[in-house]
């Protein structure tokens, strides 16, 4: 114990002969002294702070988008914690963003991803004089149901006497098949048409914290405008969406397979309620649309009874629409059976392709 005090004192004692780092920071370097009960807290500055992905399609073709609404926390005993909205993804055009969003990423069921980590203050040492280092901090992170360790080659520096930034050296590499994303790989190329997108992002970030209690500086950003980087309005704060923005959200979760029925039957599954919600959010901030719930079946069976099984699934779906709040007049439902298929019904993939809910929207009569 002796030996820790000892250590708080004379790390202070340098720190105020320099002149270049406040009693609060060097709280935050010892996290584990008996002083770290006065530290402070730090908090992510969603403003400053910015994370991008790339992404490769059709092999030579790289994609830049952003997550941009960050939240974020880093405690006094050096546990950090940073929240992704993926509703917020940015990639500069509505369609890409709903694409990413509900067949990629299915913000549906996992609205958000997270990255946890434990600061080591010995890696920190020399930060007072040296103002900036570079470590390697190991990570945590939960994407899709999936929790995964990683590392990354960061660089700390002081920005301020009251801020710190943390970004990657070089960029992280997540594959998607470690958080059970590869399908989903798929279901972009079929609805975007391109193919060979590589399954493997690459990560950048600069995440900014300001001690808590303290007034946010400007911060100077070298690598994006101030559009680019901060929070975005994300669909949950509009009160209607344009008809072209309606039309992108009922096209995208027409292809999420994720409308559910016991085999053989039109009675829903518990697990289509999270796509079943988003839909009625859409169609709510669709007031001037009719919306279609068409079904559709494999060929196994007759026609006669595929096109019925349709009829009655395209019903049920609409009727729990409507008995969420949805109102009657909005909806509509009808059976194609298997008609209009989307894939050959030669194998148990393409089969399970064409066992589908669409949603169409028209404009209401007057």
Same mark, same amino acid.
């Given at each position: ?27 935050? =370097? ?20 910015? =994370? ?20 974020? @926390? ?10 992704? !909205?993926?509703?917020?993804?940015? @990639?500069?055009? !509505? ?45 945590? =992170? ?22 710190? +930034? ?19 790989? !798929? ?22 914290? @300001?001690?808590?209690?303290? *007034? ?6 070298? +690598? ?47 697990? +289509?309620?999270?796509? =079943? ?29 595929? *096109? ?20 009657? +007049? ?18 148990? *993939? ?17």
């Amino acid at each position: 114990m002796f030996e820790v005090v000892a250590f708080w004192q004379k790390l202070r004692a340098k720190a105020v002969a320099f002149g270049v780092i406040p009693a609060a920071l060097l709280g935050l =370097l010892v996290f584990g002294s008996q002083t770290a009960s006065a530290a402070p807290n730090w908090t992510l500055d969603p403003s400053a702070s910015v =994370l991008t992905y790339q992404s490769v399609k059709k092999n030579t073709i790289v994609e830049t988008n952003k997550i941009r609404n960050i939240t974020g @926390t880093l405690s006094s005993a050096g546990d950090a914690k940073i929240s992704f !909205d993926l509703n917020s993804v940015d @990639t500069g055009v !509505d369609l890409r963003n709903v694409r990413m969003r509900f067949l990629f990423f299915e913000t549906f069921t996992y609205p958000t991803a997270e990255v946890t980590a434990k600061v080591d203050p010995a890696a920190f040492a020399d930060l007072p004089t040296k103002r900036r280092v570079k470590t390697t901090l190991p990570f945590r =992170l939960s994407l899709h149901g999936v929790d995964k360790d990683l590392e990354a080659n960061v660089v700390v520096t002081m920005i301020s006497d009251t801020q710190v +930034s943390v970004a990657s050296e070089a960029p992280v590499a997540v594959h998607v098949e470690d958080f059970g994303l590869l399908p989903n790989i !798929d279901k972009l190329q079929q609805a975007a048409n391109v193919t060979n997108i590589v399954p493997t992002a690459s990560v950048s970030f600069d995440f900014v914290f @300001t001690a808590d209690g303290a *007034k946010p500086a400007a911060v100077q950003t070298v +690598s994006a405008s101030t559009a680019e980087v901060g929070p975005v309005a994300t669909d949950a704060a509009k009160a209607n969406f344009s008809d072209e923005e309606c039309l992108n959200r009922f096209a995208v979760l027409s292809r999420t397979g994720a409308i559910y029925f016991r085999q053989a039957s039109a009675r829903l599954d518990a697990k +289509s309620r999270p796509l =079943l919600a988003e839909v009625e959010g859409v169609v709510g901030k669709c007031p001037t649309l009719k919306v279609e719930v068409s079904g559709y079946t494999d060929s196994d069976g007759s026609p006669e009874a595929n *096109k019925a099984l349709s009829e009655r699934r395209a019903q049920a779906v609409a009727d729990a629409l409507v008995a969420d709040g949805v109102p009657r +007049s909005q909806i509509s439902s009808a059976g194609y059976g298997e008609d209009k298929p989307v894939a050959a019904n030669d194998t148990p *993939k393409n089969k399970a392709l064409n066992r589908r809910i669409e949603f169409s929207a028209s404009k209401l009569a007057n």
